[in-house]
């Protein structure tokens, strides 16, 4: 079992930045993926970003790609989502997700076996 708990969340404007962390604990091997997904009120799930444990590889939905920035910290087992540059699109509840043996683009699009409980990111002025 893998157990994920989220922080970080919170209000933030237009423009601005958070930095998500998931704290994951558990039987984490080294072919596992983790990343992060959100969903809004009304909306569908969206995968986010993704890394793999193994080699470090990311992947990033294309709403966010070069204004996210997913990391890892393998020794403590947390990984990491930088969020600049803020958009009111990005308010959503965010999840961070871990599934093993699969590729960083599948998990995205996936439906990972392990969640954390979520965190609110409102992004407003």
């Known amino acids: 079992q893998v157990q994920l708990v989220e922080s970080g969340g919170g209000l933030v404007q237009p423009g601005g930045s958070l930095r998500l962390s998931c704290a994951a604990s558990?039987?984490?091997?080294?072919?596992?993926?983790i990343g992060w997904f959100r969903q809004a009120p009304g909306k569908k799930r969206e995968g986010v970003s993704s890394?793999?444990?193994?080699?470090?590889?990311?992947y990033y939905a294309d709403s966010v790609k070069g204004r996210f920035t997913i990391s890892r910290d393998h020794a403590k087992n947390m990984v990491y989502m930088q969020m600049n540059s803020l958009k009111p699109e990005d308010t959503a509840v965010y999840y961070c997700?871990?599934?093993?043996?699969?590729?960083?683009?599948?998990?995205?699009?996936?439906?990972?076996?392990?969640w954390g409980q979520g965190t609110q990111v409102t992004v407003s002025s």
């Open positions: 558990g039987f984490i091997s080294a072919d596992y993926v």
């Open positions: 890394i793999s444990l193994n080699d470090g590889g990311t």
């Open positions: 997700a871990a599934e093993p043996r699969i590729t960083g683009w599948d998990f995205l699009y996936g439906d990972p076996g392990s």
